[in-house]
């Protein structure tokens, strides 16, 4: 699946092929990709702890920044923050966020992805104009308090993650050096 991605300072965009990975708990891109690309980076006030579908640590290290960017996609448009890590051969990874934000139709046979239930924020509703403002404007209240509580989902979602992915690594340390003492 290819998506336009538009860098919000310049407005360029780039077409790029992603990943659609439901067991994403986030939205990632690739660190050379973006830097190749010259997204604007935003570093983090805390770094990220990146884990690989496999539960190895990612061997580029910690999340320590992130890009935002308008995502394009058959007329469909929404503004997302992507995590900046090292995905290999890999540019995009669409996860979570953007599955539930678009709620797409995917047939996995022909591989295939539709976007046919548009939530009332997407670019994609067309309605006469004086409706598509007065709908807006009630929307946007609507969505900023959707957002924010998806945001705060996802960000309580990491911070666990994180939290049973740094017990695990003490565990690991722990019987490491049981074996190592005896």
């Given at each position: 699946?290819?998506?336009?991605?538009?860098?919000?300072?310049?407005?360029?965009?780039?077409?790029?092929?992603v990943l659609l990975d439901s067991r994403a708990t986030g939205m990632f891109i690739d660190k050379k990709f973006a830097e190749?690309?010259?997204?604007?980076?935003?570093?983090?006030e805390k770094p990220l702890i990146v884990t690989n579908m496999d539960s190895s640590n990612n061997s580029g290290?910690?999340?320590?920044?992130?890009?935002?960017?308008?995502?394009y996609y058959r007329g469909h448009q929404k503004r997302m923050k992507f995590d900046v890590c090292s995905l290999g051969r890999m540019e995009v990874?669409?996860?979570?966020?953007?599955?539930?934000?678009?709620?797409?139709e995917i047939d996995w046979e022909k591989g295939e992805v539709k976007i046919t239930r548009c939530p009332p924020w997407c670019g994609k509703n067309n309605r006469s104009k004086e409706a598509g403002e007065r709908q807006e404007r009630v929307t946007r209240k609507e969505t900023r308090t959707v957002e924010g509580k998806k945001q705060e989902q996802w960000k309580e979602r990491k911070q666990l993650v994180g939290q049973q992915v740094r017990r695990?690594?003490?565990?690991?340390?722990?019987?490491?050096?049981?074996i190592t003492k005896k």
């Amino acid at each position: 699946m290819k998506i336009g991605l538009e860098k919000i300072d310049t407005h360029e965009r780039v077409t790029v092929k992603v990943l659609l990975d439901s067991r994403a708990t986030g939205m990632f891109i690739d660190k050379k990709f973006a830097e190749r690309h010259g997204f604007k980076l935003e570093r983090l006030e805390k770094p990220l702890i990146v884990t690989n579908m496999d539960s190895s640590n990612n061997s580029g290290g910690r999340i320590t920044h992130k890009i935002e960017c308008n995502v394009y996609y058959r007329g469909h448009q929404k503004r997302m923050k992507f995590d900046v890590c090292s995905l290999g051969r890999m540019e995009v990874i669409l996860g979570m966020p953007w599955l539930v934000a678009h709620n797409p139709e995917i047939d996995w046979e022909k591989g295939e992805v539709k976007i046919t239930r548009c939530p009332p924020w997407c670019g994609k509703n067309n309605r006469s104009k004086e409706a598509g403002e007065r709908q807006e404007r009630v929307t946007r209240k609507e969505t900023r308090t959707v957002e924010g509580k998806k945001q705060e989902q996802w960000k309580e979602r990491k911070q666990l993650v994180g939290q049973q992915v740094r017990r695990k690594i003490g565990e690991e340390k722990r019987r490491w050096r049981s074996i190592t003492k005896k």
